[in-house]
T-cell receptor
Framework: SQQGEEDPQALSIQEGENATMNCSYKTSINNLQWYRQNSGRGLVHLILIRSNEREKHSGRLRVTLDTSKKSSSLLITASRAADTASYFCATDGYNTNAGKSTFGDGTTLTVKP | EAGVAQSPRYKIIEKRQSVAFWCNPISGHATLYWYQQILGQGPKLLIQFQNNGVVDDSQLPKDRFSAERLKGVDSTLKIQPAKLEDSAVYLC???????????FGSGTRLTVV
């Protein structure tokens, strides 16, 4: 079964608005990553947040991690039409699960111009 | 730096035929992964290599799928014979080390008819 589960499955917003996507997972993690995938293309790594970190920023992206709730959120501020894509979270575990990221089924974001 | 190269980009085959995909990771990346992504789902790990050794192939359908990574660089994934349910995008990713985030190739879209 998938470790990470994104919510919502689909999100549609107007350009300039903020978009928030959530990810929940079941077992302890070493780190959590967010990826973007444009239609028909490979995944692009956005941010990696380690289990001892609570928040990370990269440009218009802000990721939070709450290990007590086993959840993470990705916030895209001032969205643009070019942000239209699917967003996936992936979790890396410990020991035998180290370095084997398990992906959720993604959130499809549509930003309308 | 050059990205992860994959070929072919698209492949259409009939069921029971065989097919092979090729991946050239980023230079110096010791860890290489093959993922299968069915339409509408997140990527699912098939096999993980560390240099030229297999770390995890627990989710690889070994009766029909095989993969190798000769000399710890390029890798090939083969399906023989293909089934209709193998229609998916096959993604190759590489990483400097486990837990460091992945760089994905553009993928090979396989259609089995």
């Amino acid at each position: 079964s998938q470790q990470g589960e994104e919510d919502p499955q689909a999100l549609s917003i107007q350009e300039g608005e903020n978009a928030t996507m959530n990810c929940s997972y079941k077992t302890s993690i070493n780190n959590l990553q967010w990826y973007r995938q444009n239609s028909g293309r490979g995944l692009v790594h956005l941010i990696l947040i380690r289990s001892n970190e609570r928040e990370k920023h990269s440009g218009r992206l802000r990721v939070t991690l709450d290990t007590s709730k086993k959840s993470s959120s990705l916030l895209i501020t001032a969205s643009r039409a070019a942000d239209t894509a699917s967003y996936f979270c992936a979790t890396d575990g410990y020991n035998t699960n180290a370095g084997k990221s398990t992906f959720g089924d993604g959130t499809t974001l549509t930003v309308k111009p | 730096e050059a990205g992860v190269a994959q070929s072919p980009r698209y492949k259409i085959i009939e069921k029971r035929q065989s097919v092979a995909f090729w991946c050239n990771p980023i230079s110096g990346h010791a860890t290489l992964y093959w993922y299968q992504q069915i339409l509408g789902q997140g990527p699912k790990l098939l096999i993980q290599f560390q240099n030229n050794g297999v770390v995890d192939d627990s989710q690889l359908p070994k009766d029909r799928f095989s993969a190798e990574r000769l000399k710890g660089v390029d890798s090939t994934l083969k399906i023989q014979p293909a089934k209709l349910e193998d229609s998916a995008v096959y993604l190759c990713a590489s990483s400097l080390a486990p837990g460091r985030g992945y760089t994905f190739g553009s993928g090979t879209r396989l259609t089995v008819v």
